[in-house]
T-cell receptor, first 112, second 112 residues
Framework: TQLLEQSPQFLSIQEGENLTVYCNSS?????LQWYRQEPGEGPVLLVT?????EVKKLKRLTFQFGDARKDSSLHITAAQPGDTGLYLC????????????FGEGTQLTVNP | NAGVTQTPKFQVLKTGQSMTLQCAQD?????MSWYRQDPGMGLRLIHY???????DQGEVPNGYNVSRSTTEDFPLRLLSAAPSQTSVYFC???????????FGNGTRLTVT
Protein backbone atom coordinates (compact mmCIF):
# COMPACT_ATOMS: atom_id res chain seq x y z
CA THR A 1 0.00 0.00 0.00
CA GLN A 2 1.41 3.36 -1.08
CA LEU A 3 1.56 5.91 1.75
CA LEU A 4 1.22 8.74 -0.76
CA GLU A 5 -1.27 8.39 -3.61
CA GLN A 6 -0.82 10.61 -6.63
CA SER A 7 -3.42 11.26 -9.31
CA PRO A 8 -3.67 11.17 -12.17
CA GLN A 9 -0.85 8.77 -13.02
CA PHE A 10 -0.66 10.07 -16.60
CA LEU A 11 -1.78 13.38 -18.06
CA SER A 12 -1.48 14.54 -21.67
CA ILE A 13 -2.65 18.05 -22.48
CA GLN A 14 -2.25 20.78 -25.08
CA GLU A 15 -0.06 23.82 -24.61
CA GLY A 16 -1.95 26.61 -22.85
CA GLU A 17 -4.26 24.37 -20.83
CA ASN A 18 -4.42 24.36 -17.03
CA LEU A 19 -4.00 21.23 -14.92
CA THR A 20 -3.97 20.03 -11.33
CA VAL A 21 -2.07 17.09 -9.85
CA TYR A 22 -3.06 15.65 -6.48
CA CYS A 23 -1.10 13.97 -3.69
CA ASN A 24 -3.20 12.32 -0.96
CA SER A 25 -2.59 10.30 2.18
CA SER A 26 -4.35 9.11 5.31
CA UNK A 27 -1.28 10.14 7.33
CA UNK A 28 -0.33 13.56 8.64
CA UNK A 29 2.89 14.91 7.19
CA UNK A 30 5.46 17.08 8.95
CA UNK A 31 6.41 18.49 5.57
CA LEU A 32 5.77 17.69 1.94
CA GLN A 33 8.00 18.25 -1.04
CA TRP A 34 7.33 18.35 -4.77
CA TYR A 35 9.97 17.24 -7.26
CA ARG A 36 10.16 17.24 -11.05
CA GLN A 37 12.12 14.61 -12.95
CA GLU A 38 13.19 14.62 -16.58
CA PRO A 39 14.25 11.50 -18.51
CA GLY A 40 17.73 10.26 -17.61
CA GLU A 41 18.08 12.59 -14.65
CA GLY A 42 17.38 12.57 -10.95
CA PRO A 43 14.42 14.43 -9.43
CA VAL A 44 14.88 18.14 -8.72
CA LEU A 45 13.12 19.91 -5.88
CA LEU A 46 10.39 22.39 -6.81
CA VAL A 47 9.02 23.37 -3.41
CA THR A 48 8.62 22.36 0.24
CA UNK A 49 5.40 23.04 2.16
CA UNK A 50 5.30 22.81 5.93
CA UNK A 51 2.27 24.62 7.33
CA UNK A 52 -1.31 23.37 6.92
CA UNK A 53 -3.17 25.56 4.41
CA GLU A 54 0.09 26.93 3.00
CA VAL A 55 0.10 28.11 -0.62
CA LYS A 56 3.33 28.66 -2.54
CA LYS A 57 3.73 29.99 -6.05
CA LEU A 58 6.60 29.35 -8.43
CA LYS A 59 5.89 31.31 -11.62
CA ARG A 60 2.97 29.40 -13.25
CA LEU A 61 3.02 26.63 -10.61
CA THR A 62 0.88 26.89 -7.47
CA PHE A 63 1.37 24.42 -4.61
CA GLN A 64 -1.10 23.97 -1.78
CA PHE A 65 -0.78 21.98 1.45
CA GLY A 66 -4.07 20.79 2.93
CA ASP A 67 -5.28 22.24 6.22
CA ALA A 68 -4.91 18.86 7.91
CA ARG A 69 -1.46 18.28 6.31
CA LYS A 70 -2.68 15.03 4.70
CA ASP A 71 -2.83 16.17 1.09
CA SER A 72 -1.33 18.57 -1.41
CA SER A 73 -1.96 19.79 -4.92
CA LEU A 74 0.08 21.24 -7.74
CA HIS A 75 -1.70 23.50 -10.22
CA ILE A 76 -0.04 24.59 -13.46
CA THR A 77 -1.49 27.53 -15.36
CA ALA A 78 -1.06 27.81 -19.13
CA ALA A 79 1.12 24.71 -19.42
CA GLN A 80 4.08 24.78 -21.79
CA PRO A 81 5.99 21.91 -23.45
CA GLY A 82 8.88 22.66 -21.08
CA ASP A 83 6.64 21.58 -18.18
CA THR A 84 6.72 17.99 -19.49
CA GLY A 85 8.13 15.61 -16.91
CA LEU A 86 7.42 13.30 -13.99
CA TYR A 87 6.05 15.15 -10.96
CA LEU A 88 6.65 13.48 -7.60
CA CYS A 89 5.40 14.34 -4.14
CA UNK A 90 7.32 13.16 -1.08
CA UNK A 91 6.90 13.57 2.64
CA UNK A 92 7.90 12.74 6.19
CA UNK A 93 5.41 11.71 8.86
CA UNK A 94 5.99 11.74 12.59
CA UNK A 95 6.33 7.94 12.54
CA UNK A 96 8.51 7.73 9.42
CA UNK A 97 11.10 10.02 10.96
CA UNK A 98 14.15 10.08 8.71
CA UNK A 99 12.42 8.18 5.92
CA UNK A 100 11.17 10.32 3.04
CA UNK A 101 8.35 8.52 1.23
CA PHE A 102 7.55 9.22 -2.42
CA GLY A 103 4.31 8.94 -4.33
CA GLU A 104 4.16 7.01 -7.61
CA GLY A 105 4.41 10.17 -9.66
CA THR A 106 2.34 11.90 -12.35
CA GLN A 107 3.76 11.75 -15.88
CA LEU A 108 2.80 15.02 -17.58
CA THR A 109 3.09 15.55 -21.33
CA VAL A 110 2.36 18.98 -22.76
CA ASN A 111 1.90 18.88 -26.51
CA PRO A 112 2.74 21.97 -28.61
CA ASN B 1 30.40 21.83 -7.48
CA ALA B 2 29.82 18.30 -8.71
CA GLY B 3 26.92 17.69 -6.30
CA VAL B 4 25.99 14.00 -6.12
CA THR B 5 27.99 11.72 -8.41
CA GLN B 6 26.90 8.17 -9.19
CA THR B 7 28.92 5.54 -11.02
CA PRO B 8 28.46 3.63 -13.21
CA LYS B 9 25.63 5.08 -15.33
CA PHE B 10 24.74 1.68 -16.80
CA GLN B 11 25.47 -1.88 -15.68
CA VAL B 12 24.44 -5.33 -16.83
CA LEU B 13 24.86 -8.25 -14.43
CA LYS B 14 24.16 -11.93 -14.56
CA THR B 15 22.06 -13.51 -11.83
CA GLY B 16 24.21 -14.26 -8.80
CA GLN B 17 26.92 -11.69 -9.52
CA SER B 18 27.76 -9.02 -6.98
CA MET B 19 28.62 -5.40 -7.51
CA THR B 20 28.89 -2.03 -5.80
CA LEU B 21 27.12 1.12 -6.93
CA GLN B 22 29.17 4.16 -5.99
CA CYS B 23 27.80 7.44 -4.67
CA ALA B 24 29.80 10.49 -3.64
CA GLN B 25 28.74 14.01 -2.65
CA ASP B 26 30.85 17.11 -2.15
CA UNK B 27 28.33 19.26 -0.27
CA UNK B 28 29.25 18.04 3.23
CA UNK B 29 25.72 16.66 3.65
CA UNK B 30 25.08 14.49 6.66
CA UNK B 31 22.05 12.65 5.25
CA MET B 32 22.42 10.23 2.32
CA SER B 33 20.02 7.69 0.89
CA TRP B 34 19.52 5.15 -1.86
CA TYR B 35 16.27 4.75 -3.82
CA ARG B 36 15.19 2.46 -6.60
CA GLN B 37 12.75 3.60 -9.24
CA ASP B 38 10.49 1.16 -11.05
CA PRO B 39 7.66 2.00 -13.48
CA GLY B 40 4.45 2.92 -11.66
CA MET B 41 6.08 2.60 -8.22
CA GLY B 42 7.73 5.98 -7.75
CA LEU B 43 10.92 5.92 -5.70
CA ARG B 44 11.30 3.39 -2.92
CA LEU B 45 13.83 3.85 -0.15
CA ILE B 46 16.42 1.07 0.14
CA HIS B 47 18.82 2.30 2.86
CA TYR B 48 19.72 5.62 4.37
CA UNK B 49 22.33 7.21 6.62
CA UNK B 50 22.04 10.19 8.94
CA UNK B 51 25.81 10.51 9.30
CA UNK B 52 29.13 8.71 9.02
CA UNK B 53 29.03 5.36 10.75
CA UNK B 54 25.22 5.27 10.95
CA UNK B 55 22.97 3.43 8.51
CA ASP B 56 19.40 2.16 8.62
CA GLN B 57 16.96 0.23 6.48
CA GLY B 58 14.30 1.73 4.27
CA GLU B 59 11.25 0.13 2.68
CA VAL B 60 13.02 -2.43 0.46
CA PRO B 61 16.42 -3.32 2.01
CA ASN B 62 16.57 -7.05 1.23
CA GLY B 63 19.46 -8.01 -1.06
CA TYR B 64 21.35 -4.77 -0.49
CA ASN B 65 24.05 -3.65 1.93
CA VAL B 66 25.42 -0.21 2.67
CA SER B 67 28.17 1.37 4.72
CA ARG B 68 29.07 4.96 5.54
CA SER B 69 32.72 5.21 6.53
CA THR B 70 33.04 8.84 5.41
CA THR B 71 30.64 11.78 5.09
CA GLU B 72 31.24 11.92 1.32
CA ASP B 73 30.67 8.32 0.23
CA PHE B 74 27.71 5.96 0.51
CA PRO B 75 28.18 2.82 -1.63
CA LEU B 76 25.36 0.35 -2.25
CA ARG B 77 26.30 -3.32 -2.55
CA LEU B 78 24.28 -5.97 -4.29
CA LEU B 79 25.32 -9.26 -2.73
CA SER B 80 23.86 -11.72 -5.25
CA ALA B 81 22.01 -9.99 -8.07
CA ALA B 82 18.52 -11.15 -9.01
CA PRO B 83 16.33 -10.17 -12.01
CA SER B 84 13.96 -8.45 -9.52
CA GLN B 85 16.75 -5.96 -8.84
CA THR B 86 16.61 -4.66 -12.40
CA SER B 87 15.83 -0.99 -11.84
CA VAL B 88 17.15 2.55 -11.89
CA TYR B 89 19.00 3.39 -8.68
CA PHE B 90 19.27 6.92 -7.34
CA CYS B 91 21.52 8.20 -4.60
CA UNK B 92 20.50 11.40 -2.81
CA UNK B 93 21.92 13.62 -0.10
CA UNK B 94 20.72 16.50 2.04
CA UNK B 95 21.85 18.67 4.92
CA UNK B 96 19.46 16.83 7.24
CA UNK B 97 16.57 14.41 6.82
CA UNK B 98 14.12 17.36 6.82
CA UNK B 99 16.01 19.22 4.09
CA UNK B 100 15.39 18.88 0.35
CA UNK B 101 17.18 16.02 -1.36
CA UNK B 102 19.85 16.46 -4.04
CA PHE B 103 19.83 13.52 -6.41
CA GLY B 104 22.47 11.98 -8.63
CA ASN B 105 21.62 11.10 -12.22
CA GLY B 106 21.06 7.44 -11.50
CA THR B 107 22.49 4.04 -12.37
CA ARG B 108 20.44 1.87 -14.72
CA LEU B 109 20.97 -1.76 -13.70
CA THR B 110 19.84 -4.78 -15.68
CA VAL B 111 20.11 -8.28 -14.21
CA THR B 112 19.73 -11.13 -16.69
Amino acid sequence: TQLLEQSPQFLSIQEGENLTVYCNSSSVFSSLQWYRQEPGEGPVLLVTVVTGGEVKKLKRLTFQFGDARKDSSLHITAAQPGDTGLYLCAGNTETSGSRLTFGEGTQLTVNP
Amino acid sequence: NAGVTQTPKFQVLKTGQSMTLQCAQDMNHEYMSWYRQDPGMGLRLIHYSVGAGITDQGEVPNGYNVSRSTTEDFPLRLLSAAPSQTSVYFCASSYSFLSPLHFGNGTRLTVT
